[in-house]
């Protein structure tokens, strides 16, 4: 039969093909297609793009993949009127910005955790403490998903339980994102604010969230912002819907130009009223405290790599803007959220940060896989016998997180790096970010362990070795040493690392973050700028601001 013939008997169209099938059917397909598979399916034709937006199983299943909490995601389609597609989409739209997020300051840690709230993210900083049963922890912002499911609305937090400060992700958010800015922005569609001087971007911000701050009701303030149970369901679905009516009638957060250039005037003025004699001499040690910091960050900056290497595409202006400039662009302006893809100087999985940007920093989280078992976020305490967060009849010892990952040497070895990104001691020994011990994967450790038995004296079983370094006190804060060590693998999972020399040990077990925030202790927040960016360089624990909290332990000495 020639082509003629088939063309005349009626070819069988793909299309059609596919329309024919059940829709059970390409939900079970779907589930082996990425999102950009069944967009590029929709693209071929007119009918093909109706079958496969209506296709509500299709990207049920896609859901299932991101949120496979059955419960949860029917909730979520229902509060979506039942669009599965809309689900799908803030999904995959908010997927970058879930994980880990951090900063330098203070140097005791600065961790945020972004998760899936309801139809939202919710990003909530660990609060640096002791081992206890519940971990601490305070929200820093909210992203919510919009009628078509795009995370559009954004809310800070900060200062009483019961303030939000409304404001808007930015359209042009990375599918890479590395960086998190908090910025203003005005009704125009171009806003160049990073080109505005620190000082500047600071007093705008802080005018915009005095401008800005919402009350919520008593229900909406008491309501969680994330599912502990499916009980939480309804209160999150209602929640949501308030905070939606909120953020409509502020405008999203919108402030007209001259109000915002009259609280900028009135702090100006309140800043230029004179003191008293005490306030002269602060003010005077403060000028002197502020030179002395001029003259240690040019020097750091000549002795260290430049900082500004994360950032100078992005902040290569030949001079700043001036503030009026910025706010004549627009008859309103607005607090706004943005992920930026950037690069970043990295130096074992710590990215070099500024100082006057308010951003956090995505941190890289490596999957576990063979050869490469011990990668991923881990907890623990020093001592021996390892702290129990269940026992209350001893004094709680300081917690530390470190982010194990996987690096290869100059000589192309592998190398188990931990990083600390937590520490709950009462003042900082090391900074935010540095190595708390490096291993050699191909070494195992001639070492023998210290103790025989643990804490509930059972026989001690070493599975594996490494023999490697940990930290210890070098030349100065800054420029910390390292003393030889081994890392043992205990028979119930755990690792132990043990500093040579005096046998100081810090033990640690795999932590799922997220379950921890979910049953945890929500503490008040800093005030909402300082609360998403802390700048000021700092060596304590900031953030325990929770009334009749428990002391924070002295630090370890392991060096």
Not at 48 to 53: C, E, G, H
Not at 427 to 432: E, T
């Amino acid at each position: 039969m020639t082509s003629d013939e088939l063309a005349g008997e009626g070819e069988v169209d793909g299309a059609e093909l596919i329309l024919s099938l059940p829709e059970d059917v390409l939900g079970l397909i779907s589930a082996h297609l990425r999102p950009r598979d069944l967009l590029a399916l929709s693209a071929a034709s007119r009918s093909l793009r109706n079958a496969v937006s209506t296709a509500d199983k299709a990207w049920l299943a896609q859901c299932r993949r991101l949120l496979p909490t059955a419960s949860h995601l029917l909730a979520w389609c229902a509060a979506l009127a039942h669009s599965s597609l809309a689900v799908c989409r803030f999904l995959h739209s908010a997927a970058p910005l879930l994980g880990l997020w951090a900063h330098q300051n203070p140097e005791l840690g600065n961790l945020v955790l972004a998760l899936p709230g309801f139809l939202s993210l919710v990003a909530v900083r660990s609060i640096p403490q002791e081992l206890s049963p519940r971990l601490l922890w305070a929200p820093v912002f909210e992203l919510l998903a919009d009628h078509r499911g795009h995370p559009a609305f954004l809310f800070l937090h900060g200062a009483a339980h019961d303030s939000l400060f409304p404001g808007l992700l930015s359209s042009s958010l990375h599918p890479l994102a590395n960086t998190l800015f908090l910025e203003a922005h005005t009704s125009t569609s171009t806003s160049h604010f990073s080109r505005l001087a620190f000082a500047d971007r600071r007093r705008l911000l802080n005018a915009l969230v005095a401008a800005s701050r919402l009350t919520l009701p008593p229900d909406v303030a008491t309501a969680p912002l994330f599912a502990r149970s499916d009980a939480d369901l309804p209160l999150l679905a209602a929640r949501r819907e308030a905070m939606l009516r909120l953020h409509s009638q502020s405008g999203g957060g919108m402030v007209r130009r001259a109000e915002i250039e009259a609280l900028l005037i009135g702090a100006r003025k309140t800043a230029a009223l004179p003191a008293d004699t005490a306030g002269d001499k602060m003010r005077l040690r403060r000028s002197f405290s502020a030179v002395a910091g001029f003259v240690r960050n040019s020097l750091r900056q000549m002795v260290t790599r430049s900082a500004s290497a994360n950032s100078r595409a992005e902040y290569a202006h030949p001079k700043h803007l001036p503030l009026d400039e910025f706010l004549r662009a627009g008859e309103s302006v607005g607090l706004s959220l943005r992920g930026a893809r950037m690069r970043l100087s990295i130096y074992r999985n710590w990215p070099s940060m500024h100082d006057n940007r308010f951003v956090l920093y995505k941190l890289t989280t490596q999957v576990p896989m063979p050869g490469r078992e011990y990668a991923g976020l881990w907890g623990g305490t020093f001592g021996w016998p390892p702290g129990r967060p269940e026992d209350e009849r001893k004094p709680g010892k300081a917690l530390f997180f470190l982010l194990l990952s996987y690096e290869e040497d100059s000589e192309g070895k592998l190398q188990l790096i931990a990083t600390k990104v937590l520490e709950g001691t009462h003042y900082v020994v090391h900074p935010n970010g540095s190595s708390m011990f490096i291993v050699r994967v191909g070494e195992p450790s001639t070492e023998t362990f210290p103790w025989q038995t643990d804490e509930e004296s059972r026989a001690v079983e070493i599975k594996r070795s490494f023999a490697g370094e940990g930290i210890a006190t070098g030349y100065g804060f800054r420029y910390p040493g390292s003393k030889p060590g081994s890392l043992f693998v205990l028979q119930d999972g755990r690792l132990a690392f043990v500093w040579r020399e005096n046998k100081a040990v810090l033990t640690l077990q795999r932590l799922d973050l997220e379950d921890m925030i979910r049953r945890g202790e929500r503490v008040p927040s800093l005030p909402p700028i300082p609360n998403f960016a802390y700048l000021t360089k700092s060596y304590s624990n900031v953030f325990a601001v929770a009334p009749g909290s428990t002391s924070i332990p002295a630090s370890p000495r392991y060096s």
